[in-house]
């Protein structure tokens, strides 16, 4: 008795048919693994773009709350009409703000309110104010410090760190417009301050931003 043996032919890929499909998979693959860098490298831009962001807003809030004081004195309601002018930010050689070589500002403003110009001590506020880019930071005057713009760098306080943020550009642009004060030949002088500021991230030079911002000086300025 024979028994009859069947085969069937079972059809595989070859071997040139699996190259191809590894191909294609590695194609495939490569190319998902592009959009998801490119997604992550945009998503990590934007990280950075609005943290260089809020870097730069804080430092021009903290500038323009601060300057737009300039000139306050609390002595000047009960100086109008007296004929007397005392206000000691207008004394000869003293004056309540000053833009020196465009990225330096000096302002004095009373903020304790009593009616006088205090002395220059790092003991205590004494009045006196200021911003400046030195070393692609943006610095402060402390109390006690050189009041001048060309005060050594170690001398103000540092308000960014160059480390995280760079400063590259820093300006300041005081403009007044002159307006008749009564009947009389005396003027008010109304003054803004136009400020911007441009920073860098250490970590991703490519972002880069400019913010501005235009500043009304509250106290305007008298001139007899």
């Known amino acids: 008795m024979f028994i009859m043996k069947r085969f069937t032919n079972i059809s595989g890929l070859t071997f040139i048919e699996v190259i191809v499909a590894l191909a294609i998979n590695v194609i495939l693959l490569s190319a998902l693994l592009a959009v998801f860098s490119a997604n992550l490298?945009?998503?990590?831009?934007m990280q950075n773009s609005n943290t260089l962001n809020q870097q730069l807003q804080v430092a021009l809030d903290l500038m323009?709350?601060?300057i737009r004081r300039a000139g306050y004195w609390g002595n000047a309601?009960?100086?109008?009409?007296?004929?007397?002018?005392?206000?000691?930010?207008m004394v000869t050689g003293s004056t309540d703000i000053t833009v020196?070589?465009?990225n330096c500002i000096l302002f004095t403003y009373d903020r304790s309110g009593n009616g006088s110009l205090a002395t220059i001590s790092s003991a205590s506020d004494d009045e006196r104010y200021g911003f400046r880019l030195s070393?692609?930071?943006?610095q402060a005057?402390?109390?006690?410090?050189?009041?001048?713009?060309?005060?050594?760098?170690?001398?103000?306080?540092?308000?960014t760190d160059s480390t995280v943020v760079?400063?590259?550009?820093?300006?300041?642009?005081?403009?007044s417009v002159s307006v008749p004060a009564g009947a009389t030949a005396d003027t008010m002088l109304v003054r803004s301050v136009a400020i911007s500021i441009t920073g860098r991230l250490?970590?991703?030079?490519?972002?880069?931003?400019?913010?501005t911002e235009q500043v009304r000086i509250r106290n305007d300025k008298f001139v007899p």
Request: overall charge negative.
């Open 166 to 175: 760079q400063i590259t550009n820093l300006s300041f642009t005081l403009s």
């Open 41 to 45: 490298n945009q998503y990590n831009r």
């Open 77 to 89: 309601s009960s100086d109008i009409g007296t004929g007397a002018n005392n206000n000691p930010f």
């Open 135 to 138: 070393n692609q930071t943006l």
């Open 64 to 66: 323009a709350n601060d």
């Open 141 to 159: 005057r402390p109390p006690g410090a050189t009041f001048a713009c060309n005060a050594a760098a170690n001398a103000w306080e540092n308000l």
């Open 202 to 211: 250490v970590s991703d030079t490519s972002v880069t931003k400019t913010l």
């Open 100 to 102: 020196s070589g465009g």
